[in-house]
Each structure stands twice: as C-alpha cells, then as structure tokens.
C-alpha cells in the first residue's frame, strides 16, 4: 500500500518529462510501439482537433485522503497544489461569457477546496450542469464533509464516483485499506437523499477501473453486475456504470513498471486500437483546467504538463474559445489508453 | 525448435495456426468468436466455464488468456478459483467414479 505520493517520495516518475521519456523509449525487449499521432494519421485524424467545447473540466487541486495506486494525478494528502479562489473567479467569466454547458469538478479530492462549495454555488447560479468526481471516502473523511450529499442535492450535482469493484478485495487493492467498506457507506448516504434512486432525477454515476494490467470488460455486462451485486449485497442503488481504462501515466505507470506489465499492458492498447474511438476520444470537446489555470487538451495532458498548442490561449485569463477550438490536440503515447477497445473517457466508453 | 515448448510470446501468434489451413482455420476463429458472444450464458460465465476447462485440460496459454479475461469481464478472485474447484472436482470425480469398475472387476475375479 502506498503512504505517500511519488513526489513526495522523490522519484524520476513524479517528473512529467520522465514519464514521457519512458512512454516514447525503446522497451527492455527492444519492443517499439507507432508513434500515436501515426496511428491516426492512417485513418485520417491527424492533426486531431476539437469537435467544439462542451465540457469544462476543472481541476481544483491535488490534494486527497486517499493516495490509491493507479492515481494518474498522483494525488494525496502530501499534494499541497491547490486551486485559488481567484483563478475560480477567472473560470467563472469564462463560463458566465461562452455556451459551454457543462463543467466537471475533479482532483484530488475537489472537495478539499476550502473554495469548493463556494465555486459550486456560484457555477450553479450560471445555470450550468454540474458533475463532481467525488472519490466517496470523502464523505466520511471529516463530520465537515458529512452534509455534502445534501449540498449537492441542492445544486443538483451529477455525482460520478470511483468504485473499481463490488467487493473489498478489488477495491482496497487498488484504493487502500478499509475503503470499500467506507464508499459504500458513502453511497447509503448518498442513496439516502435520492441519488441513484428512481425519477429524483439526481444522478449517481459509479466509475470502474479495473484494478490492475488489464482493460475493462464491456461497459454493459459490468454495470449489469455491479448493478446486480451492490443492490443484492448493499441495497445499493445508482444509475450508470462508466467504465473507464487505465492510461499510462504517473502512478498507473509506475505500477506497470514496477510489476513488469509495462510493455504488454502497452502491447495491449496498441493491438486493441480501435479507429471509431479515436475519432470520439473525449479531448475533441473538452478543455482542462489545471490547479494553477493552465490550459490542457485533458486531465492526462495536465498530468505530463503538456498545455495545449493554442498560443496566446495558454491560461484561463487569456482564454480564447476560437483560438482553442481550432487547436491542434497535444497527443503522446499515452493516448492508446483512450483508443483502445470501445474506447475510453471520463463518460466511460466512447464507442 | 525453441528450448522450452511452451512460450508466452506465442500465444498472440495463436491467429497464425490459418497460415497452413486457411479454411479451416477462419472457420474455427469465426465460432470460437460467435460462441463467446453473450447470448443465453453471459460473457462473464462463458469466460469462467473456459478457465474451468483451461485447467482441466492444462493448457498454460488458455490459462493465461482466461484468467485476464476473466478478470476484464468483472468476475472475482472467488468466482474463478471456485470455477477451478468444479473442474477438479468433475476430474477428482470421473477419477473416482471409475472406482466402481475397479470394484466390479475385483468382484469378478476374486473369490
Ligand atoms: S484516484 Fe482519485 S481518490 Fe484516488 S488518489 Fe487519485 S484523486 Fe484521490
Ligand atoms: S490522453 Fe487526452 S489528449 Fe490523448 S487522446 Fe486521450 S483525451 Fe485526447
């Protein structure tokens, strides 16, 4: 179990240039996988450019009080980056003065902004449609985090939450000790207000990521068993299952490496690229907001700090939505995690 | 030849066994995809009846695939080993049950 971040601990793998020097070398067998950008570029996509922006996601720091193994934010309670209320207020314009429509709160654990329920508010007052990627064990990390099931009813808050597995073993394997048994005390609560329960027209969305060097199953038959098992087990209940791949980034790429799966895990996303989903990977309408107001294509580019290729539209005060939807998409080796199988994104499958 | 027989690099070279009867080769790879297709049996429980059988038959690259599958499909570590306890049971049990021949025979020539 990890105690730590990588970059607390000091490794080369906490450094984005690192990560991208292993993703883009030779592997120990000498193995060579195409240069992304290639691969679509034989099926037309390349250079890959936005379908116009829907979906602002923010991230609003990277602290959390779980530091689970395949974190690709590299996330813990040792992050101390954290968004500010004045760079909340820059993303606020932006989204007072465009259509964009939806905003996606993510971390770290969002909910450890000192400003996270004040930027909810006033998000909420635009009339925007508002997801929050609630890691669950949050909820009961704190008594000042247990009413967020019913802030979130308030502001009609589209939960979307991590639960790899149905049972403890998964779970904790991959999120840390106790924490299964915790997220779904987390989800009775959240059930317990109305989400994920029939016409409240709250939304409790789970997202599963398997829980080790393989890709997930159909989205379809895992939701119907999840659906099965955690209502039979817990009388839980939710309303769509996500299931999303593991990229190679950060601490999912440390794991890879760590336990030899690298170059076959890499393997398989590379055999399993799929041309429909590369042309619905989820960068083409989304822009990502870093803690610090940097511009990114999405959450993984902000991890390996590759800001997007709009100059002069580089920040949220600089912000520029023709400049950005013309954009050329920053693509490295790590983008088969999002191209291979039905595809996978923040919504789950693509495909 | 290779000095092991078995190799896990050849497992994704599995396709390759049509080089050398096309026909018959496409035709089995068409089935084996239709009969892995959910149908009345989920893909899950199709996934996990082939582990049983992987082990039964002791094919370390069957193992090896269905075991990853197994895993991708959502079944757990219970449901599999379990699955593996009723092909050792069905193989402990045709061992066994042949023991009633065995005994039929000592009847017959024993006095
Ligand atoms: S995966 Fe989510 S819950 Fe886990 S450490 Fe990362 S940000 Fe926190
Ligand atoms: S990793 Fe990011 S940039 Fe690459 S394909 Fe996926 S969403 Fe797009």
Redesign the pocket.
């Known amino acids: 179990m990890l105690k730590k971040s990588l970059q607390a601990q000091a490794l080369p793998l906490a450094t984005p240039e690192f990560q991208l020097t292993v993703l883009n070398q030779r592997s120990n067998s000498g193995k060579e996988f195409p240069f992304?950008g290639e691969k679509l570029a034989q099926h037309e996509l390349f250079p890959?450019k936005p379908t116009g922006i829907q979906i602002f996601q923010v991230n609003v720091g990277k602290m959390c009080n779980q530091i689970c193994r395949h974190c690709h934010v590299d996330a813990g309670p040792d992050r101390k980056e954290i968004m500010t209320r004045e760079t909340m207020l820059e993303c606020l314009v932006i989204l007072a003065t465009t259509s964009i429509d939806t905003v996606d709160i993510t971390g770290g654990a969002p909910e450890m902004n000192p400003d996270f329920r004040w930027f909810v508010e006033e998000i909420s007052k635009l009339g925007k449609k508002i997801m929050v990627r609630c890691n669950l064990t949050i909820l009961l990390a704190n008594p000042k985090y247990y009413d967020l099931p019913e802030f979130f009813k308030a502001h009609n808050v589209h939960v979307v939450s991590s639960l790899p597995y149905f049972a403890a073993s998964r779970t904790d394997a991959q999120r840390g000790e106790g924490v299964f048994e915790k997220s779904i005390k987390a989800l009775q609560m959240l059930n317990a207000v109305g989400y994920g329960q029939e016409n409240s027209g709250l939304q409790l969305d789970l997202v599963y990521n398997p829980a080790g060097a393989f890709l997930p199953g159909s989205q379809s038959s895992l939701e119907k068993e999840f659906k099965r098992r955690l209502k039979t087990g817990y009388h839980i209940e939710f309303n769509n299952l996500l299931a999303i791949t593991n990229?190679p980034?950060s601490r999912f790429l440390d794991y890879l490496l760590e336990s030899r799966n690298y170059e076959a895990y890499m393997e398989k996303l590379v055999n399993a690229f799929n041309p429909i989903a590369?042309a619905k990977?989820?960068?083409?309408n989304?822009i990502s907001v870093g803690w610090d107001g940097f511009l990114?294509?999405?959450?993984?580019?902000q991890m390996l700090d590759?800001k997007v290729a709009a100059k002069h539209s580089q920040h949220i005060r600089d912000f520029d939505l023709e400049k950005l939807s013309t954009r050329h998409?920053?693509?490295?080796q790590?983008?088969y995690?999002?191209?291979a199988g039905a595809g996978?994104?923040c919504g789950g499958e693509t495909v | 030849m290779e000095n092991s027989y078995y190799n896990p690099a050849d497992l994704p070279k599995f396709g390759s066994i049509t080089d050398l009867q096309p026909e018959m080769g496409k035709k089995f790879f068409s089935y084996y995809a239709e009969v892995f297709k959910e149908g009345a049996l989920t893909e899950r429980e199709k996934s996990l009846i082939a582990l049983a059988v992987a082990h039964a038959v002791q094919c370390p690259y069957c193992i090896d695939a269905y075991t990853t599958d197994s895993l991708e499909k959502g079944a757990d570590e219970n449901q599999m080993m379990e699955a593996i306890h009723v092909a050792a049971a069905i193989k402990g049990g045709a061992t066994l049950v042949h023991g009633v021949q065995m005994m039929n025979k000592i009847k017959e020539v024993s006095m």
């Open positions: 992304f890959l990229l980034v590369a990977v989820m960068c083409r989304t990114y294509d999405c959450d993984f580019n590759l998409i920053v693509l490295n790590h983008c995690g999002c191209t996978s994104s």
